[in-house]
């Protein structure tokens, strides 16, 4: 086909529908008076046992403060591992449950929506059932599972504790992911994309993904977030992950230590967070200067 | 070409194609119009490749397409909701089928380029869809479409988000892009001014069937069936009796029956009149009174009630209807044969 001379008369500036968004700056508030007392209160609150835990991990065994008890974190070898297994764990569940969940909620939207409350019934059980029974179910499969399962599971906490968590993770990502593809007109994009020659597969990742970023982001964060707090099934299972770790260094003796190690997990924890804003953020600006 | 043949789709109880036949020649627009549930969409769907049918087939180029999915289909759509990916700019928006069947990047942004300065959008290539006004994200949506060089172009209702205006601009660029680029259209429409000003052909749709498919003045002027005939455009039911040489007297002329079929001399019949091919005659003497006046611009609407208790609607040039609100008036056909439908106790007005 060729387009040759044929086209609409340029500068005929249709409009029509929906206005396109106001170029708007940001405009400059003097916060009231009351408004910075109640933030100084809520930083107090929050920051205060912060500081003082941050201040206390200071503490070293001859009584200075010093950066001894995060040196001894560093070089405990046996800590070290069990970091790495964690954020292995995290890093594993949380693309997985992105990618099984993703292309379930999309489905469940798209053919099935009578199953949505089945979805979400089902997606809860996790919290109903306690960790405790899952745990006790999986020492039973343990013992009962023919050896190669049993080799091929138990031999390595990722590949034990894995399944387990993108189980225990489906209550929050379920409902990320399920707001995030809310959000969007996902019939009209999904037939848009398919129109246009895309594969199911290039639909999601080209289409789908990018539109619900925020969602799955959020979704990996809370899955990260499980993963770095888990102890039940872990510790049942005689695993030594971060958390487990964390509790035998706080029950050891050398508190200075346990709470280094406290300040360690939640500044990873926020750091997270803070990646998270600063990716959602990127979402909302396409590039550089036509942000309106 | 295009052939739908005896398709049929049912959901639940509810029919939504009761054995559609079509077919649409190549290069040629064809508007399925009809109220909301008749059909016309869900035939487009199915001709896209978005459902399926429960029986029948759809034939592309003599090629049974029913059971091929979307993706393979070439076939360019514009939807009635705003469909542009919001996480591309414009250029991506419309280079997006290129990408997905492997052309060169330099290449389909070029061609994306071509299609935008067709549609007239170049300064918006970079811009993101939010940053566009309603109409300017169809019209992208349409160079979207258009990239793929498509087979057939479905329109499922493109304009009915726009404001009056701009869908009266939209459609005429629409008709023109289709014409020159000589491409097989399916539009779908509720609204008739569109299906009759943009088609070739128009197919008036029911319950799941095509009522008429014609050329818009054809079904215009001679609407096949009381539905189409009621549906497109308004229309007079005036009471006549059928007279022996197929002819029909109403409102005291004597008018040629255009379909007399076995209706006998003297039945009651009621004759189906354009509110256009009726004119108002000012008569203090006259057996109607003017009870509704609306101004339209170039015309005005008249609702004028006889004194049988009868409502005729007149349409006529603003400066030919010499009438006000309250004046008694005669009425005057302007036509010299109608459709007549037979009067049954049921179909009393």
Redesign the interface.
Known sequence: MSFGSVGIVPGDDVVGGPEPQPVTKGRKERPRPWRIAIFVLAALYFVGPLASAFKFSLIQSNGSYGFGNYGQIINNSAIRSALITSLEISAITAVLVVVLMLPTVVWVRLRLPKLTLMMEGVTLLPIVIPPVVLAAGLEELQSHAPEWLVKLLFNHPVTALTPFYVILALPFTYRALDNGVRSIDLHTLVDASRNLGASWRQTIVHVILPNVETAVLGAMFLTIALCLGEVVIATLLLYHTFPVALIQESLSGTAGISVALSIITLAFTFGLLFALSFLAGRRHRPSSGRMI | MIRFEGVQRQFGQVTALAGLDLEIEKGELIALLGPSGCGKTTALRIL???DRPDAGRVLVNDVDVSSM?????????V?Q???????M?VRTNVA??LR??RREKAKRLKQAD??L????L?QTA???P??????????V?IA???A??PTVL?LDEPLS???A???T??RA?IR??QQ??G?TTLFVTHDQSEALSIADRVGVMQNGRLEQVDTPEAVYRHPATPFVAEFVGAMNRVSGRLGDAGDVQVLSQRLKVLNPNSMESGAAVYALLRPEGVAVVPDPAGPGEVTQRTFLGSTVRLEVTLDTGQKILVEQPTQDAGVALGDRTGLRILVESVIVEEMVPSSAP
Do not use: C, H, W
């Open positions: 896209g490749g978005f999915p979307p993706n393979k289909r070439d076939m360019g759509m939807f909701a705003y469909s542009l990916f919001p996480n700019d997006f089928g997905m069947r071509e299609l300065e067709l549609v007239g170049t970079d811009r993101y939010y940053q566009l006004s309603g109409g300017q994200q169809q019209r949506a979207r479409a258009l793929i060089e479905l988000a726009l404001d205006r701009v869908r601009q939209l660029e023109s892009l020159r680029l491409i």
